[in-house]
Each structure stands twice: as C-alpha cells, then as structure tokens.
C-alpha cells in the first residue's frame, strides 16, 4: 500500500518537474521574439520620466536598468530588489534593476493592465530604491497614511478602520436592503480609494499602483475626480514628482 502510495507521488513529482522544466525552456525559446515588446515598453516609460522630468540623459531615474530575469513568473508580473540577501546575489540579481520573469506575463495587477504598466509599476518601487529619503518627507504618509517600508500594517486595514468610523459610509450601508448591495457599496466604496485591489496590500503597492496611473494618465488626471481618495493620491504623487524634478534641476 505505502509502497503504490510512494510511487504515486513519485510519478506526480516527476510530472510537476517535467511540466515546470518544459515551462522554463519554452519561456526561454519564445524570449528572443518579444524582446521587441520589452524593449518598446522600457523606452515608452522611460520617455514618460523624461516628459514629467524624473529622468535625463545621465540623470537619476536614468541610472535604472531593465533586465529579463532568468526563470519565469511565480505570480509577480515583474520586480525589483531594494535590498538583496546573499541568495538573490549567488543568483545574479542587482539591487535596483527592473526584473521581469522571463515568460514577460501580460497582465498587471489593475485591469487591462499591459508590460508597459508593469514596467511604470516598478519604476515606482526604483524611484523608491534610489531615493529612499525622498519618501521620508510628510507629502508620503500625506498621501499614503502608512510609511512606504511598513508590512505590518496593510492599507486595507487601515481603510476598514477608516470607513467604519464614517458617518456617510455608515448611512449608505443602513441604507442597503441586502448584501449584494452592501458588497457593491464596499467595492465602489476601496475604488474610490485605490487604484487596483493589489494596492490596498501594502503601501508600498500603493505608491507603485498610484505611480503607475500617474504616468498612464499624466495628461489627464481630473478624469479622476469622481474617485476622491485616488485623486488625491494622484495629485499628491503629481506635486511630489514636480517637487523632486525642481530640485534635479530637470524642470
Ligand atoms: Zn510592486
């Protein structure tokens, strides 16, 4: 029994390596033909620093790389390390470049999400890197109530808290006659305040979701008003970035 119970395993084991080795070789193979699309969406945003005045030639954003990492996608659409241990550095990986996961996933965390809004989402998390003091400053937890670094406490939490204690939210939730209406007031209710789910986790991911609109919509940002907590992220992210490119000397 044991023994048919092991090599039952044994195969299922042999399967997932088998199925995973496949995954990593056919990422590699197809690579070479979307490059072109990496390459495309890197030079978009990088065009996009430069224009709001983040990035020049030799100039501060412009010191981030980008590059493909060598093994697929675990559930990350890209990545960059702020602090890298001895094992990420055995492997090859830098601090402060852009990481993407070799099979390049389309999808970002908000929807319709493209390679080049995981590319703006990232930047934020470089920016973040290269310029942490900036983010000390009281225009972020301004904005974004926790600090960038804190994990222990979630924006979603903090937005629960905070809505609960509403007078308004209140009102409209006694109002509602069933919970399908109280679930559709809770959802519109977080996407007044942020931009995608993914950004209610941390708030670093909010910082990164937020930038990443930004510069998806620098031109627009009032389209915005409707939703008043991601406005006045927005904005705040827009003054910030006005902020920092006066001091480079970039605007
Ligand atoms: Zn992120």
Redesign the pocket.
């Known amino acids: 029994m044991i023994e048919s119970i092991l090599s039952t395993l044994g195969k299922q084991a042999l399967q997932l390596a088998t199925k995973e080795a496949w995954r990593i070789a056919s990422a590699h193979w197809s690579l070479d033909s979307r490059m072109g699309d990496v390459n495309r969406a890197y030079n978009k945003v990088r065009g996009e620093l430069a224009e709001v005045g983040l990035l020049a030639d030799g100039v501060y954003l412009d010191d981030i790389e980008l590059e493909v990492a060598f093994l697929p996608s675990y559930g990350e659409a890209?990545?960059?390390y702020e602090q890298t241990g001895w094992l990420s550095r055995l492997v090859g990986y830098r601090e402060g470049v852009i990481y993407l996961p070799r099979d390049l996933p389309a999808t970002a965390f908000v929807p319709g999400g493209t390679l080049t809004d995981t590319i703006r989402?990232?930047y934020?998390?470089a920016w973040h890197w290269l310029e942490p003091d900036f983010f000390e400053r009281p225009w972020y937890s301004k904005a974004f109530v926790i600090p960038y670094n804190e994990v222990s406490a979630s924006p979603a939490e903090e937005w629960h808290w905070r809505v609960e204690r509403s007078r308004k939210f209140q009102s409209s939730l006694n109002s509602c006659r069933n919970d399908r209406e109280r679930m559709a007031l809770y959802r519109k209710t977080l996407r007044d305040d942020f931009v995608s789910e993914?950004a209610a986790t941390l708030s670093?991911?909010d910082f990164?979701?937020t930038f990443m609109y930004y510069l998806r919509y620098r031109n627009s940002i009032d389209r915005f008003s409707s939703r008043p907590g991601v406005y006045k992220k927005l904005l705040a992210v827009q003054k910030a970035v006005t902020t920092a490119s006066r001091e480079l000397g970039l605007q």
Do not use: L
């Open positions: 890209g990545f960059v989402h990232e934020a998390h993914y670093c991911e990164a979701e």
